[in-house]
């Protein structure tokens, strides 16, 4: 269990706001996937926003967003889905978000799906690629507080010692 304080500055949606979280690690989960589901949170941050069982079932993604009728606003996963995963989230949610973010893989993903997810137009795809030397996965430990400044396609999230700067490219639409 990861206890999580992140403060999030969102200037392209000016949402401001300090979330108290708790996520669990599945046993097959690495810190560097822990870190950019919690990056996936910051990017979509709200009070509505919640982790799902993720890795430890096939039915939810990793984060989504629900109305208070329980229709799925936000389907939010990551890393590289296959056809009938897509398109099984494309047809439950209003909107679908894929953030990809092991590059190497990612791009020979993208360009053996890109043209099967045009078929969606409620789903968006990124690629989450770290800046500079300093890897997300430095800042996993089991207590965190952390801050989260997300401006021109960029995040900045930093504990008291380091920061990681990651670049967020939309690959689609």
């Not at 795809?125 to 396609?153: C, F, K, P, W, Y």
Request: glycine share 2%; aromatic share 8%.
């Amino acid at each position: 269990m990861f206890k999580v304080e992140v403060q999030v500055s969102d200037m392209e949606r000016g949402h401001y706001q300090t979330y108290n979280l708790t996520l669990a690690r599945h046993p097959s989960e690495t810190d560097e996937r822990l870190m950019v589901r919690l990056l996936a949170f910051t990017l979509n941050a709200d009070a509505a926003l919640c982790f799902t069982k993720g890795l430890s079932t096939d039915d939810e993604p990793d984060l989504w967003r629900k109305s208070l009728s329980d229709e799925i606003e936000s389907w939010i996963e990551l890393g590289q889905l296959d056809e009938k995963r897509l398109r099984r989230a494309c047809g439950l949610a209003k909107q679908v978000i894929v953030y990809l973010y092991a590059e190497k893989s990612a791009n020979v993903w993208w360009s053996q799906q890109q043209d099967m997810v045009r078929r969606f137009s409620n789903l968006r795809i990124a690629m989450l690629a770290v800046v500079g030397d300093t890897r997300l996965e430095s800042l996993a430990q089991r207590n965190m507080s952390l801050h989260a400044t997300v401006q021109d396609n960029q995040v900045w999230l930093s504990d008291d010692q380091r920061t990681v700067t990651i670049d967020v490219q939309e690959w689609f639409p």
